[in-house]
């Protein structure tokens, strides 16, 4: 077993362990560690505690101190300097005529870098742009290019259910997301509809994946044939997923009538199938929604 704490650099981003030495810590802490890119301010989200080494990828990096209230202090200069090192950039984007679009600057917590992100429609060629850049900042410059994904999840925002973005609230990584979620939830095809602020599908949409497949499974397909309490032979019309209820066009005993008739799953039986997907076969409409759909959101 070996100590560690798990600390954050963003809010919703990544955890990542360290060793906490002799110092003992609490959540909501902060500390000084040693990265890959130079000295960070880290939140702690996870005090000490023991995990077994498999858990742990090695080499282990050692905290280098608890955050001070001086430490603080610089956190909170280097934001501000983030903040006019962002309109700096934007002016010398401007000047240089390249077409694309500044999201973040991020300093790390001894100044050794300035980092710039961006999203662009293709490859830019900011060589310039870094030498203006290094020149008035004296420290090293990197300049990363990020999807909308990442736009989005830096940026944070509110989604259509009207709370803070996921991603940028508590995802630590963004999970795949397919059209076939959508489709076993019995959502709209309608890009609008599943798409979030980055225009890509919607992350919640993985959140109840294994709900609805768990009850899905339990349920016939549509235009599968039942057996009503009644002894009635009838086609599956629609489903009711979380309800767990099936409309059924049931076969009358006189001839040539139809009703549609509604039942809970217990009472139907009908012999389990591998489950097809909860679009009619065949529809047209359902197939141009859905190609809609992979071409504005896509499958990520």
Do not use: W
């Not at 109840?208 to 044939?225: A, C, I, Q, R, T």
């Not at 591998?274 to 197939?287: A, N, Q």
């Amino acid at each position: 077993m070996v100590t560690v704490i798990g600390v954050r650099f963003q809010t919703a981003g990544k955890v990542y362990y360290f060793s906490p030495g002799e110092n003992e810590f609490s959540r909501g802490e902060y500390a000084i560690v040693e990265t890959a890119r130079g000295v960070e301010y880290a939140f702690v989200v996870l005090g000490n505690r023991e995990l077994p080494e498999d858990k742990i990828v090695p080499p282990l990096k050692a905290v280098i101190r608890k955050a001070s209230a001086e430490d603080r202090e610089r956190k909170e200069e280097n934001s501000r300097k983030e903040r006019a090192a962002f309109q700096v950039c934007q002016e010398k984007i401007r000047r240089h005529g390249l077409e694309m679009k500044l999201i973040d600057v991020e300093y790390t917590f001894d100044r050794g870098k300035l980092l710039f992100y961006f999203t662009a429609d293709g490859r830019i060629d900011f060589r310039a742009l870094v030498k203006d850049l290094a020149a008035i900042f004296r420290t090293r410059i990197e300049l990363r290019q990020v999807g909308v994904r990442d736009e989005t999840k830096i940026l944070g925002g509110y989604g259509i259910c009207g709370r803070p973005l996921c991603c940028h609230s508590y995802l630590p990584e963004f999970a795949p997301v397919s059209i076939r979620m959508a489709k076993e939830q019995g959502l709209s095809l309608n890009p609008s509809s599943i798409s979030g602020v980055c225009g890509r599908l919607m992350c919640c949409l993985k959140n109840e994946e294994e709900v609805y497949e768990f009850l899905n499974s339990k349920l016939p397909s549509l235009g599968d044939y039942v057996t009503t309490p009644e002894g009635l032979r009838g086609e599956v019309s629609s489903l009711s997923v979380l309800n767990q209820r099936v409309k059924v066009i049931v076969d009358l005993e006189r001839e040539d009538e139809k009703e549609l008739r509604e039942y809970a799953l217990s009472e139907l039986k009908f012999r389990p199938g591998k489950k097809k997907s909860s679009l009619r076969k065949g529809g047209k409409k359902e197939e141009a929604a859905e190609r809609e759909a992979r071409e504005s959101g896509g499958e990520d």
